[in-house]
Nanobody, 115 residues
Framework: QVQLVESGGGLVQAGGSLRLSCAYSGVIISINVMGWYRQVPGKQRELVAAITSGGTTNYADSVKGRFTISRDKFKSTVDLQMNSLKPEDTGNYYC?????????WGQGTQVTVSS
């Protein structure tokens, strides 16, 4: 089993910054990719940023230049640095880990950006 625990969400004013962190543990064999997803009520969960085992990153167009995903293999964490936040960044942010064809999700952390 794999466990993921997100932290770092909260309420911030537009233009501000937040750093989300995802700590993973359990049976870690060979991680393929890890990512951060955002979900708002009534909409599907969408990819915000992802990082492969080789360090290649991918971002949603809406966050390019503002968000940075990083992974610390020694600490077993994946962080999402969010700068210049906008009200449309509001949502529940989930961490996902993919290994050996299986997806594992955290419980989510709420980010609210006020205008």
């Amino acid at each position: 089993q794999v466990q993921l625990v997100e932290s770092g969400g909260g309420l911030v004013q537009a233009g501000g910054s937040l750093r989300l962190s995802c700590a993973y543990s359990g049976v870690i064999i060979s991680i393929n990719v890890m990512g951060w997803y955002r979900q708002v009520p009534g909409k599907q969960r969408e990819l915000v940023a992802a990082i492969t085992s080789g360090g290649t990153t991918n971002y949603a167009d809406s966050v390019k230049g503002r968000f940075t995903i990083s992974r610390d293999k020694f600490k077993s964490t994946v962080d999402l640095q969010m700068n210049s936040l906008k009200p449309e960044d509001t949502g529940n942010y989930y961490c996902k880990l993919n290994q050996q064809g299986f997806d594992y999700w955290g419980q989510g952390t709420q980010v609210t950006v006020s205008s």
